[in-house]
């Protein structure tokens, strides 16, 4: 999909390094749950039991990124299920950009008590 967008907004002085700026859309279920299935033997949980993003990291400092997301999670009663790796192909990236390429990866994050009704689950993951 992204592929096939033209950047709206910002570019920097190379004009081919955007600003990063992302979109909200609504979840792939069957999607996730049978790619989650198949790479790491997880099974996901009903739609409105969990929320998905991507996160972008600093390379040198992707362990300790992903613990404090984990921590900030657990404040607002929800626990990280799974990392995922998510695939890059940089070659349209500006050359400021491919300095600084973060990594990128897909986390899963679910409440850590069963049973919370799907409006609870969504605020904790809106606070989160």
Known sequence: LSRRMTHRGACSA??????????????????????????????????????????????????????????????VGLSVLLWREVGSNNSCLGSMARQTEPVMAQVFVVPSEQGLAEEEVAKRMFML
């Open 14 to 75: 190379d004009n081919d390094t955007g600003d990063g700026a992302g979109a909200l859309i609504g979840v792939p279920h069957k999607f996730y749950k049978e790619k989650v299935k198949e790479e790491s033997g997880v099974d996901l949980p009903e739609l409105g039991q969990y929320g998905t993003g991507i996160i972008f990291m600093d390379k040198e400092t992707t362990t300790q990124s992903r613990e404090q997301f984990s921590s900030l999670a657990q404040t």
